[in-house]
């Protein structure tokens, strides 16, 4: 196991989620701290502080960081992070200088997208799209067993796809983003609303948040809708039905065999999976003419990103990237199973 070890870390915008990942994408050891927002400095004090202190207990191949936000195609620059304070930040090269390993850093739903296709609801999946419902949308593509980033490495930003002309006013800068009507916060605006308004699930919320609109969040809807609350279920049906749309959009352009849904609204499982799949289904082009693409949960939960970033550092650590076609097939090969590809003699 010496040389099989990779740190993970998934930085967010408000924590950072770190853990000792084996090639089995098994979690070891588990690290979380808070996310300095404003200083690009402290996350890589943070980050260099949680790899010393997992260094006293394994031995460290390498580190993967899923950052969220826009990386590069060389998969070493933060080009933009909307809830952090990187435009431009060489986040591969200062992180490896101050912890002398290889890194790698991708999107933090592409980690998670290559997690659930390594490890979780798509294994053996040839082509995938794994949306995360947090916050906002993220997204990730798994095309013949690799990664997609498209030419300049910001492929899969589904969230921001204008569904609604002069909608909803986006954090992006633009208007009627997908991720304004089909997220967490589609859920807290709804909420915090109703409990301003006095509706009595508003008022049932208010309580769970101590009495303060400000500490509602869309998870108390999920979990009001769990105990049956028929206004909650509608709410969830909704975004349901807004996920369900943007999948059938997805479709026509990508038509996957899978379609992954993690993230955080995902908790409400079949609430939302159920008006998702009716609406795919009633929207899609070509309906009753073609296959439909499975709609699926992700099986991994909150810790699919760091999973998938630690697994694909160690990867990318462990192997040369071949030239001929046949070696590419073997680096391939090894990324399904994990092991580096023999080279012939």
């Not at 390498?62 to 070493?76: C, E, N």
């Not at 955080?264 to 998702?276: N, Q």
Request: hydrophobic share 40%; aromatic share 4%; net charge neutral.
């Amino acid at each position: 196991m010496a040389d099989k070890l990779a740190v993970g870390i998934d930085i967010g915008g408000t924590k950072i989620a770190a853990g000792v990942v084996d090639e089995d994408g098994h979690v070891l050891a588990r690290l979380k701290r808070e996310t300095p927002t404003t200083d690009p400095l402290e996350v890589i004090d943070a980050i260099a502080s949680i790899t010393e202190e997992f260094r006293r207990e394994h031995h460290i191949r390498a580190i993967g960081v899923g950052a969220a936000g826009f990386v590069d195609a060389t998969q070493s620059t933060v080009l933009f992070a909307p809830h952090l304070a990187w435009r431009h930040e060489p986040l591969r090269d200062s992180v490896a200088r101050r912890t002398g390993l290889p890194v790698l850093v991708d999107n933090d739903a592409n980690a998670a997208g290559w997690a659930e296709w390594r490890f979780g609801a798509a294994q053996n999946e040839a082509d995938l799209v794994l949306i995360t419902l947090g916050t906002g949308i993220g997204g990730a593509i798994v095309i013949d067993g690799q990664p997609y980033r498209g030419q300049f490495g910001i492929a899969g930003e589904f969230g921001h796809m204008q569904v609604v002309p002069n909608g909803n006013q986006c954090e992006c800068g633009n208007q009627g983003c997908w991720e304004q009507y089909a997220s967490g916060r589609v859920l807290t605006r709804r909420a915090r609303a109703a409990a301003t308004d006095g509706t009595e699930l508003g008022k049932l919320m208010l309580a769970d948040a101590g009495g303060t609109v400000e500490r509602i969040e869309g998870h108390l809807v999920t979990a009001h809708a769990k105990t049956g609350n028929e206004e909650a279920v509608e709410w969830i049906a909704d975004v349901g039905d807004w996920l369900g749309v943007g999948i059938a959009n997805l479709a026509a352009a990508l038509d996957p065999g899978m379609f992954v849904i993690g993230g955080g609204v995902s908790d409400a499982k079949d609430l939302l999976i159920g008006p998702a799949r009716a609406a795919f289904s009633r929207t899609l082009t070509g309906r009753g003419y073609r296959a439909e693409a499975r709609i699926v949960r992700a099986h991994l939960g909150p810790e699919a990103g760091l999973i998938g970033a630690a697994d694909m550092a160690r990867i990318t650590a462990r192997r040369r990237r071949p030239a001929s076609p046949g070696a590419r097939a073997r680096v391939r090969a090894a990324a399904r199973t994990g092991r580096s590809p023999k080279p012939r003699r």
